[in-house]
């Protein structure tokens, strides 16, 4: 008989980085979609809790529609965080959505020019974008 709780397997787990003067929350590429806002504060509730100033979420953990900016998905997660006073990190290659869509790619370029929403290849990179290394 095995006695292991299944809903404790389910559980997500989050790292929390120091990255120079901020705390990183790091949702991981395991788990289940993040493809409503339900989700989305679901994490930055977890974020808050870490004391994390950065929720950085791995690109392939986030549904379709977030990148299909019509939806209102990416814009709705944005929100939330800054609306939390946290900056949004999204870790990981979207090379293939930017190809596939010119909103997207205008989006992801006016977030580069701010502080408060990053798309960055890696930890490194996001680390360098923080001033951490």
């Known amino acids: 008989m095995n006695?292991?709780?299944?809903a404790a397997d389910d559980a997500p787990?989050?790292?929390v980085l120091p990255l120079g003067n901020e705390r990183v929350l790091l949702c991981p590429a395991d788990?289940?979609?993040?493809?409503?806002?339900?989700a989305a504060t679901d994490l930055i509730g977890e974020a808050s809790f870490a004391g994390a100033?950065?929720?950085a979420i791995a690109a392939q953990r986030l549904d379709a529609s977030f990148f299909r900016l019509a939806s209102g998905l990416a814009g709705e997660i944005?929100?939330?965080a800054a609306n939390y006073r946290l900056r949004?990190?999204?870790?990981g290659d979207i090379q293939a959505q930017?190809?596939?869509?010119?909103?997207?790619?205008d989006w992801v370029r006016e977030c580069g020019e701010g502080r408060t929403v990053l798309f960055v290849a890696d930890l490194d990179e996001l680390a360098r974008r923080l001033g951490a290394g």
């Open 3 to 6: 006695d292991a709780n299944p």
């Open 13 to 15: 787990v989050f790292t």
């Open 31 to 38: 788990g289940a979609p993040i493809a409503d806002a339900r």
């Open 53 to 55: 100033t950065v929720l």
């Open 78 to 80: 944005a929100q939330k």
């Open 88 to 91: 949004l990190a999204v870790v």
């Open 98 to 105: 930017l190809q596939r869509s010119s909103a997207l790619r």
